[in-house]
């Protein structure tokens, strides 16, 4: 059996598609300008070539016309009529000085009131006259053939009885010529005037590439001041130093130099504050695990794990709360994604993670949800890592058997988020230095690593809301002053709806 025919074996290179491939062509700004300045330039060189050729055909005909003019003239001056018939006082030396050219063919033509011919060439054509164009005795020109030859003709009609005002006699009388001699002159003007182009061109392209490359130089010395920089040189770049047209260019780099020394400004103080928290956990869980090791006794052994694992714990915390503040801070760099949603929702799913939390702590963890659902614009993971560190933040300084409530309420411009617990409070002076990061009020015996509030800040930041903190106006039956924070969001604007008549529910 023949084997089947394999299939025709294709070119496997890749080939990226074209709008790929030009979209990887880099263009140049100094091409791009000399192409859009030499480009006219060069087409409208042609057409200034025939502009001069137009022009000096017009100039060359001028002399030429003036002498057809005066030959008509004197020729017209010697046709007068004698007894009726048209006469001419032409000589035969006279005639040939009218014909003598070296250049052109020149023939003239005299013609009775009726048309009949009286002297020169017959074959010169009549002008074509039109009924409302009365002959007039004023020399005209006009452009002819004659046997095939462009020719230029001077024409004007002789009365030849003076006193004859109704019916006057008219005698035409044509002086025509070849146009050698005008083409000659023509092309001699057209030679004097496009020649010395020649020259110039070139001259005018070398003098815009150089005024081009002058003009652009300072995109250059822009250029080495930017490579002369250090790396960790994040300054701002003089703006006065460049031509106006550069500027906006200098002054996007600069904002753009300004964000990027933020962002590394804050991955520093994080770098810092990671190093630094850090250190005190790990510290205390080498001791431990050396005092573990040390230990001979089951019960000592078991005594110094567990501290191990709290420490651990404390840790784990601290590199969570770490990475949530970092995930916060550069929120706005990751462009993560802002989303309609409803605040009530999200909170009560909150509420709900940390009910286990609640019942270990013996704490009443309650929530009020809203008459009508309040709709924000938001990051859902942010506004939860926001929401669970104000719980737990309330979790932890309310002491056994108190109580901690979240509220989602709105009016009409605002949607509200409230947190208040039964715990010790936070005093006047303090509220404005506990979202500072790793701040702890003196004398409190909580745990905590001063993280949360400060992420809580820097969410709250990101979507536009504020934070305020009160004294907790329902504890009153308790012995602590409590505490409520509360975050105000803006809502978005709503849609307008179409006017005209209300929907039909059928």
Do not use: C
């Amino acid at each position: 059996m023949t084997p089947p025919a394999s299939p025709p074996q294709q070119d496997l290179e890749y080939q990226p598609p074209a709008a790929e491939a030009d979209d990887e062509i880099q263009h140049s700004l100094f091409g791009e300008i000399l192409d859009w300045m030499l480009a006219p330039l060069l087409l409208l060189w042609p057409m200034s070539i025939a502009i001069t050729y137009l022009v000096a055909k017009s100039i060359a005909n001028q002399p030429f016309d003036h002498a057809l003019e005066d030959s008509v003239t004197v020729l017209a001056q010697q046709v007068r009529a004698v007894d009726g018939k048209v006469i001419k006082g032409l000589s035969g030396p006279a005639r040939d000085i009218l014909r003598a050219d070296d250049v052109d063919s020149v023939y003239f033509q005299i013609q009775g009131p009726h048309g009949e011919h009286v002297d020169g060439d017959r074959d010169l054509p009549p002008p074509v006259i039109d009924e409302d164009d009365k002959p007039r005795s004023s020399v005209r020109f006009r452009n002819d053939t004659m046997h095939g030859t462009p020719v230029r003709v001077a024409y004007a009609y002789v009365r030849l009885e003076r006193d004859a005002v109704d019916d006057p006699q008219l005698a035409l009388v044509q002086v025509a010529e070849t146009l050698e001699k005008r083409g000659q002159l023509a092309n001699a003007i057209i030679k004097g005037v496009i020649l010395p182009q020649f020259i110039i061109l070139p001259i005018v392209l070398a003098l815009v590439w150089f005024a081009l490359a002058r003009g652009l130089s300072p995109l250059a010395q822009l250029q080495e001041r930017i490579r002369a920089r250090s790396s960790d040189d994040l300054s701002p770049i003089a703006s006065n130093q460049v031509p106006e047209e550069i500027s906006p260019l200098v002054n996007s780099l600069n904002d753009m130099l300004a964000r990027l020394s933020l962002s590394i400004e804050m991955q520093k103080r994080f770098i810092a504050d990671a190093a630094h928290q850090m250190r005190t956990p790990l510290a205390g869980m080498r001791m431990q695990s050396e005092l573990a090791l040390r230990q001979t006794d089951r019960g000592e052994i078991h005594r110094s794990l567990e501290q191990l694992a709290k420490s651990s714990e404390a840790a784990t915390r601290l590199v969570n709360q770490l990475l949530a503040l970092a995930r916060a801070e550069n929120q706005p760099q990751a462009g993560t994604a802002m989303l309609p949603l409803e605040l009530s929702e999200l909170a009560r799913s909150a509420v709900q993670d940390w009910v286990p939390a609640s019942f270990a702590q013996r704490i009443d963890l309650g929530y009020e949800a809203p008459a009508e659902p309040v709709h924000i614009v938001g990051n859902p993971t942010m506004l939860r890592e926001l929401l669970s560190n104000l719980i737990d933040n309330a979790l932890r300084y309310t002491p056994a058997g108190g109580s901690v409530t979240v509220r989602v309420r709105g009016d009409a411009e605002h949607g509200f988020l409230e947190v208040e617990d039964t715990g010790p409070g936070i005093a006047q002076a303090e509220r404005a230095r506990v979202f500072e990061r790793f701040y702890r009020i003196l004398g409190n015996k909580a745990e905590g690593s001063g993280l949360g509030l400060a992420i809580v800040r820097e969410i709250a930041q990101q979507h536009g809301a504020e934070v305020d903190i009160y004294n907790n106006p329902r504890a009153q039956q308790s012995k602590l002053p409590g505490a409520l924070f509360r975050l105000t969001f803006p809502l978005p604007p709503r849609p307008q709806e179409p006017e005209g008549e209300p929907p039909y529910y059928g």
